[in-house]
């Protein structure tokens, strides 16, 4: 017998070792113990509908019997059967009696020659051209010149600026509070009223008067000697072009903002 796990195409020393083959036994062709050529026995294949076939049997239904014609005394109309759709000849042959299709014509069939008409193309196509309307000509491109938007900025990019002007202030704010730093309060400015704004100048005139009576005392020391001298006609000086820059600031045309 042959070994196990080694085949003619591995070099082996087993291989010169003779060894018997096994042929597999055939078993003998089934065949069945009825006969083949009998009818099958209460089949109602090709007996009724499309596949009827020519010389079938019929299976004649009971008056009255399930899905069969109705009995006289319900006085319903009967259902027709249904008719074949082809015939045979005497000699044999099938043929179609439903046909939609005309037949296909035989090569003995000649074609109608010597058909004319009287019709003139070139007048009738002279008529239509007449009669269709025109074409339109001109320049059909679009002027964008003449648009309502011409010029102005798209609605769009406003949006995309506001969107990433938020996202800046959005990063900035963040960055700010993991270095730590405090966002300072925005200033808040207050309007001065017509009232508040003629009392403020009048008193500011006011105290320039007092300022300047004091600073025209020392005005004739030409030269001065000690220290309090120097630092007291440095204030009054200091203290009357301060005045004078308020006054200034509120005698403009405009509203006056303070800073809360």
């Not at 109602?44 to 014609?69: M, N, Q, S, V």
Request: glycine share 6%; aromatic share 8%.
């Amino acid at each position: 017998a042959k070994l196990f796990g080694y085949s003619d195409t591995m070099e082996s020393i087993y291989n010169l070792v003779p060894y018997e083959r096994q042929v597999a036994e055939r078993k003998p062709m089934y065949r069945s113990s009825n006969d083949m050529k009998a009818s099958v026995p209460g089949s109602t294949f090709g007996c009724h509908g499309t596949t009827r076939l020519y010389g079938a049997g019929k299976i004649e239904k009971k008056d009255g019997a399930l899905f069969g014609p109705p009995k006289d005394e319900y006085k319903l109309p009967k259902s027709t059967k249904p008719q074949n759709r082809f015939t045979m000849t005497g000699s044999g042959e099938f043929k179609y009696e439903d046909k939609v299709k005309p037949p296909v014509p035989s090569k003995d069939d000649r074609p109608i020659l010597g058909i004319t008409t009287t019709k003139n193309f070139v007048t009738a196509n002279a008529v239509e051209a007449i009669l269709q309307a025109p074409r339109p000509t001109g320049n059909m491109e679009l002027n964008y010149m003449k648009k309502e938007d011409f010029g102005k900025v798209p609605a769009y990019l406003s949006q995309v600026k506001e969107e990433i002007q938020r996202e800046n202030q959005m990063i900035e704010r963040y960055v700010k509070e993991q270095m730590g730093e405090v966002e300072e309060a925005p200033e808040v400015f207050e309007e001065f009223s017509e009232e508040e704004r003629c009392a403020l100048l009048n008193a500011l005139k006011a105290k320039w008067d007092s300022v300047n009576a004091q600073y025209q005392k020392i005005t004739h020391l030409v030269k001065l000697d000690t220290t309090g001298q120097v630092r007291r006609k440095e204030t009054l000086e200091a203290t009357l072009t301060s005045i004078e820059n308020d006054i200034k600031k509120l005698d403009r045309a405009g509203p006056v903002l303070i800073r809360n």
